[in-house]
């Protein structure tokens, strides 16, 4: 066999046709040289390589270690476990698994090889598709929550309790995790399928055109819609309550216990709403726009701008909530290994 570039030329024999030399000092590296319907890996310097994976690497060890803080914060004081605060938990293991794939996405995604089998393949592919929706389905209980909160202050004790939300959580686990199961099982291709010749190496994942757009109404659509929704009520609302407030400020008259208490609802509402607002810019980009035919760079940013956004929901806490400030100093100080450390009240001033 014989392919022919310019002065360049080289001569494949048998025993050397994995590898093709486009250039006297670069040639064609093969996922697997052994194998003749191998994948061809991305074409790139070394040190690229080299600044890809530890800007990655970087990402997925903040990722971890602040999701970590927020996880130990929130089950290890007493004060912390509130209704809110457990769909805060939910999502921050969830942020906490997408770093620990940031590698292995990192190397599917840069050498565009895939080195663990086919098996391992179809699992990866559910379990980041999982993660993904699961981060979706938390956000729609934290929409829900906001919106008890905010528009039905009375009923909120009563409805939403912990118990209530640890369930409900947990039920939003299992429906994600059968759905995509299901999904990925019963309608998903691996290898060659629908005419498309996949080279060995690849991890891909193709549905037909009917269930793409199943999966696009339930997955994006749906529970998208629901959030805007919740969230227009909610801003609706809480702009009225804030006149209210404003008004008997103005008048002179004293702020009672239960307006303090509603402009802290009004407070966790919009900062919960900056988090889902950002993942919401995020995802939605990344999910339509990988319906469609764009670039791999285009498709590879969005990918790691989903991803990036694991890493920046514990600064969402960190800059709106003083308790996770607190929290994580007696983490990093060790002060939660001393005697009765879960019953420290985190919301005191003099803590």
């Given amino acids: 066999m014989k392919g ?40 790139r310097l070394r040190h690229g390589f080299n600044i890809t ?33 457990m769909i805060i938990l939910s999502l921050a293991v969830t942020d906490l698994l997408i770093g620990f794939v940031m590698p292995v996405e990192a190397i599917r995604l840069t050498d565009k090889c895939w080195y663990f ?20 389905g938390n956000l729609v209980l934290i929409a829900v929550d906001r919106y008890m909160a905010v528009c039905h202050p009375l009923l909120y004790p009563q409805k939403i309790t912990v118990t209530n939300m640890l369930m409900s959580i947990c039920l939003n686990w299992a429906c994600i995790s059968a759905y995509n199961t299901s999904l990925i099982v019963n309608n998903g291709h691996f290898g060659t399928s629908h005419g498309i010749d996949v080279c060995h190496g690849e991890c891909l994942f193709m ?11 339930i997955s994006l659509i749906f529970p998208c819609t629901m959030i805007i929704m919740l ?20 008048g002179g008259k004293c702020v009672s216990e239960g307006s303090v208490k509603k402009k802290s609802e009004i407070k966790a509402a919009l900062t919960l709403g900056i988090m889902v607002s950002v993942y919401m810019l995020c995802y939605i980009p990344y999910y339509i726009c990988s319906l469609t035919v764009i670039s791999s760079t285009t498709l590879n940013v969005l990918i790691w701008t989903l991803h990036a956004n694991s890493g920046l929901n514990p600064l969402v806490y960190a800059l709106f909530y003083r308790w996770f ?27």
């Fill in 207 to 217: 549905l037909s055109f009917s269930w793409t757009v199943t999966d696009l109404c």
């Fill in 325 to 351: 400030k607190k929290t994580a100093k007696l983490i990093l100080t060790l002060k939660i290994f001393l005697p009765a450390s879960s019953l420290i009240n985190i919301f005191s001033r003099n803590e």
């Fill in 4 to 43: 022919q570039k310019g002065e360049q030329n080289k001569l494949l024999t048998g025993q050397d046709s994995v590898m093709a030399y486009e250039t006297e000092d670069q040639e064609t590296q093969y996922c697997f040289p052994d194998i003749n319907s191998s994948c061809v890996k991305e074409q």
């Fill in 53 to 85: 994976y530890f800007f990655v690497s970087l990402l997925s060890a903040w990722t971890v270690f602040l999701n970590l803080l927020v996880i130990i914060s929130i089950s290890h004081f007493k004060k912390l476990h509130t209704p809110t605060n």
């Fill in 117 to 136: 089998g086919d098996t391992f393949c179809g699992l990866y592919l559910l379990f980041v598709s999982l993660l993904l929706s699961t981060s979706l």
């Fill in 231 to 250: 969230y227009l009520r909610i801003f609706y609302v809480v702009h009225q309550q804030v006149k209210d407030i404003n008004s008997l400020m103005k």
